[in-house]
Nanobody, 118 residues
Protein backbone atom coordinates (compact mmCIF):
# COMPACT_ATOMS: atom_id res chain seq x y z
CA UNK A 1 0.00 0.00 0.00
CA UNK A 2 0.90 3.66 -0.30
CA UNK A 3 0.46 6.19 2.48
CA UNK A 4 0.28 9.92 1.79
CA UNK A 5 0.43 12.49 4.59
CA UNK A 6 -0.13 16.18 3.89
CA UNK A 7 1.07 19.06 6.00
CA UNK A 8 1.48 22.81 5.75
CA UNK A 9 -2.09 24.02 5.64
CA UNK A 10 -3.35 26.84 7.83
CA UNK A 11 -4.85 30.29 7.96
CA UNK A 12 -3.30 33.04 5.87
CA UNK A 13 -4.32 36.50 4.74
CA UNK A 14 -5.13 37.24 1.14
CA UNK A 15 -1.94 37.85 -0.81
CA UNK A 16 0.06 35.55 1.43
CA UNK A 17 1.81 32.27 0.73
CA UNK A 18 1.77 28.72 2.01
CA UNK A 19 3.69 25.60 1.06
CA UNK A 20 1.97 22.26 1.30
CA UNK A 21 3.95 19.05 1.62
CA UNK A 22 2.91 15.47 0.99
CA UNK A 23 5.12 12.69 2.30
CA UNK A 24 4.73 9.35 0.58
CA UNK A 25 5.64 6.04 2.20
CA UNK A 26 5.00 2.36 1.75
CA UNK A 27 5.00 0.79 -1.69
CA UNK A 28 6.36 3.83 -3.51
CA UNK A 29 7.10 1.74 -6.59
CA UNK A 30 3.32 1.58 -7.18
CA UNK A 31 3.19 5.34 -7.80
CA UNK A 32 3.22 7.02 -11.19
CA UNK A 33 2.30 10.71 -11.30
CA UNK A 34 1.11 12.77 -8.37
CA UNK A 35 -1.22 15.70 -7.96
CA UNK A 36 -3.01 18.10 -5.68
CA UNK A 37 -6.78 18.33 -5.50
CA UNK A 38 -8.88 20.76 -3.56
CA UNK A 39 -12.44 20.58 -2.32
CA UNK A 40 -14.33 23.65 -1.23
CA UNK A 41 -17.76 23.51 0.46
CA UNK A 42 -20.53 23.31 -2.11
CA UNK A 43 -18.11 22.65 -4.96
CA UNK A 44 -16.69 19.57 -6.63
CA UNK A 45 -13.27 18.26 -5.85
CA UNK A 46 -10.94 19.56 -8.55
CA UNK A 47 -7.47 18.66 -9.71
CA UNK A 48 -5.47 21.87 -9.52
CA UNK A 49 -1.92 20.71 -10.18
CA UNK A 50 -0.16 17.54 -11.26
CA UNK A 51 3.35 16.36 -12.00
CA UNK A 52 4.46 13.31 -13.94
CA UNK A 53 7.42 11.05 -13.32
CA UNK A 54 9.28 12.93 -16.03
CA UNK A 55 8.57 16.26 -14.38
CA UNK A 56 5.98 17.62 -16.74
CA UNK A 57 3.34 19.67 -14.97
CA UNK A 58 -0.30 20.60 -15.28
CA UNK A 59 -2.10 23.51 -13.64
CA UNK A 60 -5.75 24.42 -13.56
CA UNK A 61 -6.44 27.88 -14.94
CA UNK A 62 -7.55 29.04 -11.51
CA UNK A 63 -4.06 28.59 -10.03
CA UNK A 64 -1.79 28.97 -13.04
CA UNK A 65 0.93 31.52 -12.38
CA UNK A 66 0.35 31.48 -8.62
CA UNK A 67 0.93 27.84 -7.58
CA UNK A 68 3.94 25.65 -8.28
CA UNK A 69 4.01 21.88 -7.92
CA UNK A 70 7.28 20.06 -7.39
CA UNK A 71 8.56 16.76 -6.10
CA UNK A 72 11.71 15.63 -4.31
CA UNK A 73 12.16 11.99 -5.29
CA UNK A 74 14.98 11.47 -2.80
CA UNK A 75 12.63 12.45 0.03
CA UNK A 76 9.50 10.90 -1.52
CA UNK A 77 7.79 14.23 -1.00
CA UNK A 78 5.45 16.30 -3.14
CA UNK A 79 5.10 20.05 -2.66
CA UNK A 80 2.67 22.77 -3.61
CA UNK A 81 3.95 26.33 -3.29
CA UNK A 82 0.97 28.66 -3.19
CA UNK A 83 1.52 32.38 -3.68
CA UNK A 84 -0.83 35.34 -4.02
CA UNK A 85 -3.51 33.43 -2.19
CA UNK A 86 -7.11 34.54 -2.54
CA UNK A 87 -10.17 33.86 -0.39
CA UNK A 88 -11.41 31.67 -3.26
CA UNK A 89 -8.49 29.33 -2.62
CA UNK A 90 -10.02 28.34 0.72
CA UNK A 91 -10.55 24.59 0.62
CA UNK A 92 -9.38 21.23 1.87
CA UNK A 93 -6.32 20.27 -0.12
CA UNK A 94 -5.57 16.65 -0.89
CA UNK A 95 -2.46 14.96 -2.18
CA UNK A 96 -3.08 12.09 -4.57
CA UNK A 97 -0.93 9.56 -6.40
CA UNK A 98 -1.59 7.63 -9.57
CA UNK A 99 -1.22 3.90 -9.60
CA UNK A 100 1.48 2.76 -11.98
CA UNK A 101 -0.83 0.13 -13.44
CA UNK A 102 -4.21 1.86 -13.35
CA UNK A 103 -2.96 5.40 -14.12
CA UNK A 104 -5.80 6.63 -11.92
CA UNK A 105 -5.50 8.53 -8.66
CA UNK A 106 -5.77 5.47 -6.46
CA UNK A 107 -4.01 6.80 -3.37
CA UNK A 108 -5.12 9.75 -1.27
CA UNK A 109 -3.96 11.65 1.77
CA UNK A 110 -6.23 12.78 4.57
CA UNK A 111 -6.22 16.40 3.47
CA UNK A 112 -5.02 19.66 4.94
CA UNK A 113 -7.19 22.74 5.36
CA UNK A 114 -6.21 26.03 3.76
CA UNK A 115 -8.17 29.11 4.77
CA UNK A 116 -7.51 32.48 3.18
CA UNK A 117 -8.98 35.51 4.91
CA UNK A 118 -9.80 38.75 3.12
Amino acid sequence: QVQLVESGGGLVQAGGSLRLSCAASGSIFRINGMGWYRHAPGKERDLIAAISTTGSTYYADSVKGRFTISRDNAKNTLYLQMNSLKPGDTAMYYCAAKGRVTLRYDYWGQGTQVTVSS
